[in-house]
């Protein structure tokens, strides 16, 4: 199935590692030209930005930008502008989720989860809509969600769920706010992987997490990636406000 990206410009926010280094590759394996945005450790992004052009022959860029930092999010969308005449595809995966049970959480704590998971996505998709609008072309938006954001989670997280919560409302409002311009806009909820981020808790204890999973592995970036890659392109057009659920099955809604 061709997905028609060749030809397309993409931005991965967090798409230095785990997750967000997968749905870079997929992205290029499909042909498009990926955008790999970084925070910490450019020499991630700088080995990304290689593999494509080795693997794919393919064009990337790494561009840092904090995503907390309203500024330097709109100054990384002014960088792309000078590069490319237009961004078709926006995915929000960076995302931070340290471990507090809420009656130690400070409000500090929570407000930094908030402002780089939620507001930081508010604010891409904010910059992005608006180029989308002013050039008067369509495009894509997948929000990287969990699939804590219906169920919750055991193992301190509330303010990473609540954002992801939030999160997939915003997707929903926006997106019907953007259809009519032939923006689609999505999130898609992964279930339990093996990243950087999760790594330490999930090996830590295999076995509790693996009964909660009806197909009984963790999933590997590279099939959530599949699914935002499928999101991203023409073959979804008629997709918009939805939140598909990647979990091998612990989500089944």
């Known amino acids: ?19 967000g280094r997968s749905i870079c590759l997929g992205l290029a394996a499909e ?32 561009v840092y930008a904090d995503m907390s930092n309203e500024a330097e999010i709109v100054r990384m969308f002014a960088d792309i502008a000078a590069h490319y005449p237009q961004l078709d595809i926006l995915v929000n995966n960076a995302a931070i989720c340290p471990q507090s049970w ?14 780089v998971n ?23 938006i997948v929000n990287i969600a969990s699939v804590a954001a219906f169920h919750g989670s055991t193992s301190g997280q509330a303010a ?31 279930g339990l992987m093996v990243t950087d981020m999760t790594e330490k808790k999930y090996l830590a204890n295999t076995e509790k997490y693996l009964a909660r999973i009806p197909l009984g592995r963790f999933g590997e970036t590279a099939e959530i990636a599949d ?8 073959r979804a057009q008629y997709i918009t406000g939805t939140t598909m659920n990647v979990s091998g099955g612990i989500l089944m809604r």
């Open 118 to 140: 939620l507001t930081g996505t508010f604010i891409a998709c904010r910059e992005m809509v608006k180029q989308l609008i002013a050039i008067e072309r369509p495009g894509r």
């Open 160 to 190: 990473y769920d609540a954002s992801k919560g939030g999160m997939i409302s915003f997707t929903i409002s926006l997106a019907r706010e953007v259809a009519p311009h032939g923006i689609t806009v999505n999130a898609l909820a992964p």
């Open 227 to 234: 699914a935002v890659v499928f999101l991203c392109s023409d």
């Open 31 to 62: 042909g498009a030209t990926v955008i790999v945005n970084y925070r910490q450790r450019p020499e991630r992004a700088a080995a990304v930005v290689r593999e494509i052009q080795e693997t794919y022959s393919g064009e990337a860029l790494a």
């Open 1 to 19: 199935m061709d997905l028609h990206l060749t030809g397309k410009v993409a931005l991965v926010t967090g798409g230095s590692h785990g997750l």
């Open 102 to 115: 809420v009656k130690n959480t400070s409000v500090q704590l929570w407000n930094d989860v908030l402002q």
